[in-house]
């Protein structure tokens, strides 16, 4: 098995490449050991010294490191993990993950369906390929909600990005569109 590896716009956070399908259409992402619970790769990678956070996308893992952690030290023993982990067919997440609710006035249904079709078709995509993935959390007076994860939570530019990227994006084809904001969850 060859693994690929890439680095992202976030220096602390680097993308795996397995080869192979890892969630699917699906996200998951751990911020802790404890998070990490229903996930046996999640909880494998947390089991490396320094390794503060898991997201596991599409094709693709990505890994954060702490800050005393140097990625010539950790990458091979995170490489050996996934290996490991695939090699043995393992599965990658147990049972359903809990989905956080959308704050979203049913009467903005119309509206928010034309925010998540640009998010899934022209941001994502985007944000999946530097290791991360954005979720749409609400829409309330003209604000929408976004949370970031994966490479982009605590990426230095993720600001800049949602600001400046999809912030426009949303307000330039969604007129009703005000602002875009970032939440923890």
């Known amino acids: 098995m060859f693994i690929?590896?890439?680095?992202?716009?976030?220096p602390a956070?680097?993308?795996?490449?397995?080869?192979?399908?890892?969630?699917?259409?699906?996200?998951a992402d751990f911020a802790s050991v404890e998070a990490a619970g229903r996930s046996?790769?999640?909880?494998?990678?947390?089991?490396?010294?320094g390794v503060t956070r898991v997201f596991l996308g599409g094709d693709f893992v990505t890994v954060t490191k702490t800050d005393d952690a140097s990625w010539q030290a950790l990458k091979p023993q995170v490489l050996g993990t996934i290996?490991?982990?695939?090699?043995?067919g393992r599965p990658v997440v147990e049972g359903a993950g809990a989905e956080a609710d959308e704050d979203v006035d049913p009467a903005d249904a119309e509206v928010v369906a034309q925010i998540k079709e640009l998010l899934d078709n022209r941001?994502?995509?985007?944000?999946?390929g530097d290791g991360g993935d954005i979720v749409f959390r609400g829409y309330r007076d003209g604000v929408v909600k976004l949370h970031m994860q994966g490479a982009c939570s605590?990426?230095?530019?993720?600001?800049?990005?949602?600001?400046?990227?999809?912030?426009?994006?949303?307000?330039?084809?969604?007129?009703?569109?005000?602002?875009?904001?970032?939440?923890?969850?």
């Open 4 to 10: 690929e590896t890439e680095s992202t716009p976030n």
């Open 154 to 185: 605590g990426c230095p530019s993720s600001s800049a990005t949602l600001k400046h990227g999809i912030e426009n994006l949303l307000r330039h084809y969604v007129p009703e569109v005000r602002a875009v904001e970032q939440v923890a969850r």
């Open 83 to 88: 290996m490991d982990h695939f090699v043995a």
């Open 40 to 49: 046996p790769l999640a909880t494998a990678l947390f089991a490396l010294p």
């Open 13 to 27: 956070t680097l993308k795996f490449l397995p080869g192979r399908d890892v969630m699917g259409a699906a996200t």
């Open 123 to 128: 941001v994502r995509p985007a944000v999946a």
